[in-house]
């Protein structure tokens, strides 16, 4: 029977039989793909109070129904497991972009779901229906590069391939999973390591059907690329431009005359990108000087990124003066990818070694992610460098480390800003040497081993958001409350841009409001920046919205850092965008034809169910005082320069309040229907949208409130 | 009467021609002294002293030349092409092959793929794409005449209803470029879309385009056919 | 849509300045060369001015013989010429074409032809405090489309400093030392800095 949108087939793999089968996916179409279904497959599979590491964990690697479909940003990969670095383990989603979702999708496959643990190193070899377990025991202890071309030797130069450093190998919590030249999934990568699972291979030959016409796909594919923006969906030029109303010197839509990609042959101008012009699309996000400086240009060989997005935020670079540190010279990433390394050299990278000025930044930050992406040693979201940073300054590694030990680890470098510091942290981290290399247990196991104290988690400049031990991530500074809350529903870093990808757009502030009265009922779901508001039900509906779309993405799959498109940078539309769009891919694609509404309220669900894990896992209902809590400092005034209290919500203040935060708890609990006391499930939610068996379990373990 | 090219003594139609010489050494001729005029519409088929039999095709008007240089490897493209012209989306369907040299180039993976072509070295991508070829090894090898000139472009299209699925034209072309649909059993190749080719339109970076045919040629075929680095792209359509 | 490269657009403009041969004496054919010229310019990145207009294409003697024609209102008259837009300046008169220009990018080279370099940042400033709301970062001035020189730039701040009319321009730094302008009409003290220094700092640190 001929499926549209899915292949129709979960791929399950037994690392301790060396047995794989077939599942049916569409029996778990209510949970629409990726996240979605692997979230229903943990509740129903993986017991609460498994160990990550453990070979009864799971890991499940999910495409959706529109990878494989050319759906504008389609190509990222879901994983779905319990997290190491959690304090209870919590059941957490990474992603990972590149073109591995859209290979699965052709050999066939909507999810591959892992579990047991091989007797020794193997890896999973996917070739259309062919399915074989290999030997890895040649692969086991390589880095990812040479890892993934090692199984792209056996495959062919077609395969995609995802794959655990030695990071990984080590069960170093936090450690990736990467996939092609720059694209990581991070906190995973020990689960894979737990399983001695070393690399997926997937190449696939066949097609991903539509149900729709070929016409009626490519002509929403046509609507959709109308009204794209540039990268995090801002629609406004950094520079002046004649077909701009507006510009922002902060935007990432950084094409313009005279900026280049510098190393192409011939360099590639990026010119002034008018929106209506579908063959520059492209070019508007040269996303290099944005994350590296002016200095990366003459670096820069192309941008690229992920399957079937024409955005292309990733940065690919030549830099020829990593030969001279045995690496290869080229490097790509984007964002966190550079700054997440960059933050290990925590009181800057400065000249060295003959590297100066912004040369010495980019070669330095480049050693870094090289190294990084290698090895695959997660930042958890930049918050590693943070967590070095506090140790070194508070003397923790004089107090925790023996006195070999610390003066073995070449500190003058951190402090002077010489970026070979990197080759010693890294190797440190990626094979567990030492008590130092504890560093990448997460911020929660490194305070309890390290007795760290309330200071560490009220430290403002440290930026940890919850106990959880994961930090800001588009948090209070971005849209007050809104990303304040947002903050609070995940179990690691929210890794949520649906609500930047509005607050973000670079479009001014009273537009931005009129648009967010359209989408949340008043514009006073969107505060100006520093200019904070008491919540109000429609910033809570603004939190649901994200948090309902950041779970639609991931199962679909679409880029959470596109996605939804909220505005447009076309005048004539007055900037509006069409929140819709979701649903029409996903209606044409599958056939099944579900409204914007329908299909929030389903993606919805799937974010209950996580919530449900996560009260299994925490055993308490009561998530509003045992995981949506903040740390200290967010909710702490700011003080005046003569020590008094600036009062929140004073023009320049973005610091939240206690009791406003809570409020704002109450009404998110209360737009999912969730017990607003508690924050979690009621029966009669679960009830109406299906998941009885969930209430009845939760009612069994005493953790159904009411 | 047979309408392909006699195989040499000693070749093989399975060996893929190293070189540009050696495919044309395959076609039996040579590119120069065999133009034909575009009122010769299809082909027709003439003798030549040498006894051999060959069809004369028309030149196309226009073909698709793709810039290793300005390509991002997002593979639009391919989406375009495959749901445009097969009606489903796939890489492997695509008349444009971008997927098979994504990361490690036209030459595949080796140990020193970290500086080589592809994403997994020095980020150069390089799509294949069909030339048209004046004299096509794909037409020409296709023993139930089922690849023929488009009247209207001179693209070198196949009559899905004559095409057998043998796999033959995919074998004579020297870029493996025509592609057998294992679920319909007929082969599928580069129609130009009538004159106004999808990839194109779809592509983000203008890294794709469709020109003259007499200009594409030293593009198409020139010291570094594959290349296509001497185009100096404008950074619109 | 097709979108015409930049090179061609130069093109065309050129094309249309450089060949103003015998201008018709018929009216219509006459204001046909004037929009052409106006819309070449638009979509190369450019206002023309009247003066200019009047200087490339002077008007015929039969037509400018005629009772109340003007440039201007030849223009005017032409109902397909609805996206051409006039803006006065203090001298001179300014045209683009809004197919190809919007109007703020057009005050902002209005504001350049101004040779006013303080009205220039302080209208500009004014603006941004009013529209985004945000303070204006210097380097905004020394970059294109005003491409200040750095000279020229310190010594129009220097002078509005002494402008009574201008008492509403006000200076305030990020930590990184990065200087911006804003405009107390529209914003207050600390939230000026506040957004200059999230410009500066908190966005790098927030990525």
């Known amino acids: 029977m001929e499926t549209f949108g899915y292949t129709g087939k979960i791929l399950r793999v037994n690392l301790s039989a060396g047995s794989v089968s077939i599942n049916d996916t569409l029996k778990y179409k209510e949970f629409i793909g990726g996240e979605g279904m692997s979230m229903k497959i943990m509740w129903d599979e993986v017991p609460a109070g498994t160990h990550p590491f453990a070979p009864e964990n799971k890991i499940i690697f999910g495409a959706g129904p529109l990878c494989g479909t050319g759906a504008p940003c389609s190509g990222r990969t879901n994983i779905t497991s319990l997290l190491p670095s959690s304090p209870f383990h919590g059941i957490a989603s990474s992603h990972m972009g590149g073109y591995f979702a859209t290979e699965l999708k052709y050999a066939g496959y909507d999810l591959i779901v892992i579990e047991g643990k091989a007797a020794s190193p193997v890896w999973l070899r996917i070739e259309d229906e062919k399915v074989r377990i290999e030997d890895a025991r040649w692969m086991w202890g390589k880095g990812i590069f040479d890892t993934q071309a090692m199984v792209a030797s056996f495959m062919g130069k077609e395969a995609q391939v995802a794959a ?101 042959n011939p360099p590639v101008e990026t010119g002034e990108c008018d929106p209506h012009d579908m063959q520059s699309v492209g070019l508007r996000t040269m996303k290099a000087i944005f994350d590296l400086g002016a200095g990366a240009e003459k670096y820069t060989v192309r941008m690229g990124g992920c399957s079937h997005c024409p955005i292309r935020c990733h940065s690919q670079l030549k830099v020829p003066q990593l030969e001279k540190y045995g690496l290869d010279p080229y490097v790509a990433n984007t964002c966190v990818g550079w700054s997440g390394p960059r933050g290990v050299m925590c009181y800057g990278i400065k000249d060295f070694d003959g590297n100066t000025g912004s040369d010495a930044s980019i070669v330095g930050n480049a050693i870094g992610t090289t190294l990084a992406d290698d090895y695959g040693v997660w930042c958890n979201y930049a918050q590693i460098g943070r967590d ?47 008590e130092f290399s504890h560093i990448a247990d997460g911020s929660y196991w490194i305070a309890q081993r390290w007795n760290l104290g309330d200071d560490y988690w009220n430290d403002k400049s440290g930026k940890l958001w919850t106990r959880g031990g994961y930090p800001v991530h588009h948090s209070n500074e971005a849209g007050a409350q809104v990303g304040a809350l947002i903050s609070c529903f995940s179990n690691r870093d929210s890794q949520n841009h649906s609500h930047m990808n509005f607050i973000g757009s670079k479009l001014p502030v009273a537009l931005q409001k009129e648009i967010a009265g359209e989408i949340f009922g008043s514009p006073e779901a969107l505060d100006a920046p520093a200019v904070y508001t008491k919540m109000n039900v429609y910033k809570a509906k603004f939190v649901k919205y994200s948090l309902v779309r950041s779970m639609l993405h991931n199962s679909l799959t679409l880029c959470n850092w596109m996605w939804p498109m909220a505005v447009s940078p076309l005048k004539e539309r007055k900037y509006r965008g069409d929140t819709s769009l979701e649903s029409k891919f996903y209606s044409l694609a599958t056939g099944i034809r579900m409204s914007e509404k329908e299909l929030d309220e389903t993606a919805a669900k799937c974010f209950t169910l996580q919530r449900a894990y996560t009260i299994m896992q925490m055993r308490t209902a009561d998530l509003r005082n ?40 109450t009404m998110v609990y209360k737009e999912f229907g969730w017990d607003e006391t508690t924050g979690a499930p009621t029966r009669s939610y679960l009830e109406s949208v299906g998941l009885k068996d969930v209430a009845d379990r939760l009612a069994a373990a005493g953790l159904l409130p009411g | ?170 074998q004579a072309c020297a870029w493996n470029l025509p592609t057998v649909d294992p679920e319909t059993r007929k082969t ?21 385009r469709y020109m003259d045919y007499k200009e594409a040629e030293k593009l198409l075929w020139g010291a570094d056919a594959n290349s296509g680095a001497t185009v100096v792209s404008g950074a619109t359509a | 849509m097709g979108v015409i490269s930049p090179d061609k657009k130069e093109q065309i403009a050129g094309a249309v300045a450089d060949n103003p041969g015998a201008l018709p004496a018929d009216r219509e ?21 009247l003066s200019a207009l009047a200087s490339r294409f002077p008007p015929p ?109 006000k200076r305030c730094a990020a930590s990184n030392g990065a200087t911006y302008l804003y405009s107390t009409r529209y914003l207050g003290e600390t939230l000026a800095e506040t957004l200059a220094e999230w410009i500066e700092v908190g966005q790098k640190q927030n990525p």
């Not at chain 2, 180039?105 to 150069?124: C, I, L, P, S």
């Not at chain 2, 599928?188 to 794709?208: M, N």
């Not at chain 3, 006039?86 to 990018?105: H, I, L, P, Q, V």
Request: glycine fraction near 10%; charged fraction near 25%; aromatic fraction near 8%.
């Open chain 2, 1 to 170: 009467m047979k309408d392909f090219p006699e195989k040499r003594e000693g070749e093989s139609w399975f060996e893929k021609p190293r070189s540009r010489r050696d495919f044309l050494k395959m076609a039996g001729g040579s590119i120069a002294g065999l133009l034909v005029t575009a009122s010769l519409a299809g082909a027709g088929k003439w003798e030549d002293p040498e006894a051999k039999e060959l069809r004369v095709w028309a030149i196309p008007s226009g073909v698709i030349v793709h810039d290793p240089s300005r390509c991002v490897g997002c593979k639009r493209c391919e989406f375009g092409c495959s749901t445009r012209n097969s009606g489903k989306v796939s890489a492997e369907l695509s008349r444009i092959k971008v997927s098979r040299n994504l990361n490690y180039g036209v030459e595949g993976v080796t140990a020193a793929y970290a500086k080589a072509d592809g994403q997994m070295g020095n980020f150069r991508i390089v799509a294949e794409t069909c030339r048209q070829c004046e004299k096509p090894a794909c037409g020409n090898a296709c023993p139930m005449n089922a690849i023929y000139a488009d009247a209207k472009t001179g693209a070198r299209v196949i009559d899905a209803k004559r095409c057998v699925g043998c796999g033959k034209c995919v």
């Open chain 3, 61 to 169: 003697d039969e037509l400018s013989r005629e009772l109340g024609f003007s440039i201007t209102s030849a223009i005017a008259e032409v109902p397909e010429a609805g996206d051409l837009k006039k803006m006065e300046g203090s001298s001179d008169a300014w045209y683009f074409s809004e197919n190809t220009m919007t109007g703020n990018y057009a005050l902002h080279l209005l504001r350049t032809e101004e040779k006013d370099p303080l009205m220039l940042i302080a209208e500009t400033v004014r603006d941004e405090s009013r529209i985004y709301p945000r303070p204006t970062d210097l380097t905004f001035f020394t970059d294109p489309p005003f491409s200040m020189n750095e000279r020229e730039l310190r010594q129009a701040l220097g002078r509005m400093e002494l402008r009574p009319d201008m008492s509403d321009i």
């Open chain 1, 388 to 434: 070095l940073k506090y140790c070194y300054d508070k003397g923790v590694f004089k107090r925790v480390l023996s006195a070999e030990e610390y003066a073995s680890i070449p500190w003058s470098k951190l402090l002077s800003g010489d970026a070979s510091f990197y080759f010693d942290f890294y190797e440190r981290v990626a094979f567990k040497k030492g």
């Open chain 2, 188 to 208: 599928s190749k580069c129609t130009s879309c009538e004159g106004d080719p999808t990839c194109v339109r779809l592509c983000p970076t203008g890294a794709i």
């Open chain 1, 164 to 264: 655990i450093g030695q990071a990984g190998e080590n069960l170093v919590n936090l450690s990736v999973i990467r996939t092609g030249a720059s694209h990581s999934a991070g906190g995973h990568g020990g689960v894979m390591g737990s399983k001695n699972l070393k690399a997926i291979g997937v190449h696939g030959t066949g097609s991903v059907k539509i149900a729709a016409s070929g016409k009626d796909w490519l002509e929403l594919d046509a609507y959709m690329m109308s009204i794209i923006g540039a990268n995090n969906q801002m629609v406004v030029p950094s520079t002046p431009q004649p077909w701009a109303e507006y510009s922002d010197k902060s935007s990432r839509w950084t094409g313009r005359k005279g900026l280049f990609w510098g190393a192409a």
């Open chain 3, 29 to 49: 054919a006459y204001t046909s060369r004037l929009i052409e010229f106006i819309r070449a310019e638009s979509s190369a990145g450019r206002l023309t001015s």
């Open chain 1, 626 to 665: 045992t995981h949506d809590q903040t740390t200290e400092w967010p909710i702490t005034p700011d003080h005046a320069k003569d020590g008094s209290n600036i009062p929140q919500f004073t023009p320049g203040s973005i610091q939240m309040e206690k009791s406003d935060l809570e409020l704002g708890r």
